[in-house]
């Protein structure tokens, strides 16, 4: 769909040049473009993308761009339309100057020849569909007809064959207008010259269609497939303005039959319950519901089914383009992980069909203060900002440990500040102090009456760090060491700022109490311990420890493929710690929604929230629990059976394009060997590129 890219953007509305920038052999770019036209680009449109277009956006359009008066006589000269295949470049003409690529009164030599050389008399034919471009043959002396490679430029003409298979003669012989004939000479594969001319022996040979160029002329026009949403695999041909339009108005109604329903409220779970949906929103929750008389609602029978509220990852890093890291500083605050979603991430799909509804994506853990993060929902198919969560929560990650001391980094990252725990520490106290001066600068210059007085530089890092300090913008922050984590507490008391959650907290039971006191939430792992120093003293019981001691507790991924499987991650605490089943599942719910701040809209079933949840063919803490829809506002995101469906699509389409390249390169297309490019999965110590080669 490449070449029909000009055409899109035209067709939205977007006004484009093109240019040769980057295209490795500039002689393509006219095949290219033809190419684009045949997709369907108008001509116009691509005339204008050569001349009046970049020349406005150069500003010179009152000087280059088009022929009127006044206006720098650039140009070009063609023997006919530029876009056609066969067409030439004469002159081209830059500030009244001329350069002459080829003379535009060339004569037509299109004949039958005698050709005569060192007492040698053939047969030559030129002919060809195009003067400027002409073809010939050679008669040899046994009848056999040999394609010759012909320049015929400023009344040259130069060619050469195997006279005998084993030597080659070349000819270089100029024509005569007087009577269409040529003189010059020959010179054999030994270097001897000889005399040689090419004299009239026919009339001017008729351009003649070949076989193939019938078949071209009866090629049908490109066939452009449908844009997919998003365009990848398991992406939906439907249009965009569709999937926005439900969207928007949440206009499917579903009723959810029979189902073994997991409201994480005081009745905890309902069997044989209906739930009803309009408008993306559950507005009834009871046994035997049926749809208002009029009204259309999408029926599920989820008899021996459950329906859970969807799983929210507090801790994720998927769907971030180029980099999850700005490693470079100690704080990074000013960075947003909003500037850089990237709604065509295979793995928002894969969270889905693992019941995933909602994620905080974080910046990782190269600094002390890192970047401010973004919840999204799983919206498969819309636009990057449509993703967003609607008047989310502001958050920000911080980070202590090993990565911020660059600890494990290798021995060419021992410059950067901090190296120790204890520049650790400082790099919070300079940072927060900062913070309150340049607060104190600005509110002073607004309630300044001197009108002369220079307004102080707004500095975006500063700007998100007093937010901080008024409870505008929350910190969760990767920790992991007992000394540590009292350490931030105690930097938050004196500054005067509060810490939302602490996220991994691997040795979180040792100061549970504390964290309680100050009411300050914990997102763990479940049974992760071992893979470095700074968290030998991990163990598995911590989230049911935590829960039971009263604080908002949850369990996180900060992995793609376990963010799939959180269901079973929050599962293990029923082993390791002995919590209910409802206490577990809040692991994946609603206590990571409490933690954002946005437990009013999602995080359980209940009669006025948001209706994202999800219809598990098991009980939904079992490892034989599948997801069979996983619904977003009130939409089917997620489809157990349409999945399989697209599977059978995306194989087709696989294959579709394999016959497309072989038939290719049977017709003599260029190839080239195929380059891998695996994406990295982000963790919190990922630096760089996603791409790895």
């Not at 040049?17 to 002689?27: G, V, W």
């Not at 992980?337 to 995933?356: C, F, H, P, T």
């Not at 969760?476 to 931030?488: P, R």
Request: glycine share 6%; hydrophobic share 35%.
């Amino acid at each position: 769909m490449a070449p029909a890219n000009a055409k899109f953007l035209h067709e939205a509305g977007v006004d484009f040049a093109l240019t040769t920038s980057d295209l490795k052999d500039k002689t393509k770019f006219f095949k290219n473009l033809r190419k684009a036209i045949k997709y369907g680009l108008n001509e116009k449109v691509a005339f204008k993308s050569l001349t009046t277009i970049p020349a406005e956006m150069l500003g010179l359009s009152d000087k280059v761009g088009s022929l009127k008066k006044g206006m720098l006589a650039d140009f070009i000269i063609t023997s006919k339309n530029i876009f056609e295949d066969d067409a030439t470049i004469y002159e081209n003409w830059i500030g009244g100057t001329p350069y002459r690529y080829s003379d535009y009164n060339t004569p037509d030599i299109r004949r039958e020849y005698l050709l005569s050389y060192n007492n040698n008399k053939l047969k030559v034919e030129i002919a060809g569909t195009d003067a400027d471009k002409p073809t010939a043959t050679i008669v040899l002396k046994d009848t056999t007809k040999t394609s010759l490679t012909i320049s015929f430029k400023n009344n040259n003409l130069v060619f050469n064959f195997n006279r005998d298979t084993v030597t080659l003669d070349r000819f270089d012989l100029n024509y005569n207008n007087a009577d269409s004939s040529f003189v010059g000479k020959m010179q054999s594969s030994t270097s001897t010259w000889y005399d040689a001319s090419l004299t009239k022996t026919g009339s001017l040979k008729p351009a003649k269609d070949s076989k193939d160029d019938k078949k071209d002329k009866k090629k049908e026009e490109p066939t452009i497939g449908e844009v997919y949403y998003p365009f990848t695999s398991f992406g939906k041909p439907e249009a965009h303005e569709n999937i926005i339009k439900k969207f928007k108005n949440r206009l499917d109604a579903i009723l959810i039959k029979n189902a073994t329903i997991w409201t994480n409220e005081s009745d905890s779970i309902l069997t044989d319950y209906d739930v009803y949906i309009v408008e993306g929103k559950i507005v009834r929750i009871a046994p035997n519901i049926d749809a208002p008389k009029g009204a259309f609602a999408k029926k599920i029978d989820a008899k021996g089914k459950h329906l859970t509220a969807g799983i929210i990852d507090e801790h994720s890093h998927i769907a971030i383009s180029e980099g999850v890291n700005e490693g470079t500083q100690a704080s990074s605050a000013e960075v947003r992980i909003g500037d850089v979603v990237n709604s065509e991430d295979i793995n928002i799909y894969r969270q889905l069909a693992g019941g995933v509804t909602a994620a905080q994506l974080l910046h990782g853990s190269a600094n002390p203060i890192g970047g401010q993060s973004q919840i999204i929902k799983l919206r498969w198919g819309l636009a990057p900002e449509d993703m967003k969560y609607e008047k989310a929560p502001e958050f920000i990650k911080f980070a202590l440990g090993e990565n911020v001391k660059q600890s494990n980094w290798g021995d060419f990252n021992t410059i950067r500040f901090p190296q120790t725990r204890m520049g650790t520490e400082q790099v919070y106290y300079d940072n927060f102090i900062r913070a309150k001066e340049y607060e104190k600068n600005m509110n002073a210059f607004a309630l300044s009456k001197d009108k002369n007085k220079v307004a102080p530089r707004r500095d975006l890092e500063l700007d998100a760090l007093v937010e901080i300090l008024h409870d505008k913008r929350f910190i969760t922050c990767h920790s992991y060491v007992q000394s540590e984590i009292n350490m931030l507490i105690d930097v938050a008391d004196s500054m005067g700022f509060r810490i939302n959650t602490f996220t991994h907290i691997l040795e979180g039971y040792k100061v549970a109490d504390k964290m309680k006191s100050h009411n300050i939430a914990a997102s763990t792992f479940a049974d992760w311990w071992a893979y470095k120093m700074e968290v030998m003293d991990a163990i598995p019981y911590n989230a049911a420890i935590l829960t039971k001691m009263g604080l908002t507790t949850s369990i996180n991924s900060d992995d793609a493929e376990m963010g799939r499987r959180l269901n079973q991650e929050a599962a293990k605490s029923i082993k390791y710690g002995g919590l209910t089943e409802v206490q577990a599942l809040k692991l994946a719910t609603l206590n990571p929604a409490k933690m954002l701040h946005i437990d009013d809209k999602v995080g359980s079933i209940k009669v006025g929230k948001v209706a994202d949840v999800v219809l598990w063919s098991d009980n939904p803490l079992s490892v034989n629990a599948k997801v069979e829809k996983t619904i977003v506002d009130g939409i089917i995101y997620y489809d157990a059976d349409e999945d399989l469906k697209m599977r059978d699509e995306v194989a087709k389409e696989r294959a579709r394009i394999i016959q497309k390249m072989i038939k290719e390169k049977q017709g003599g297309a260029p190839t080239q060997k195929t380059s891998s490019k695996k994406p990295k999965l982000y963790h919190c110590d990922t630096m760089g590129n996603e791409v790895k080669e």
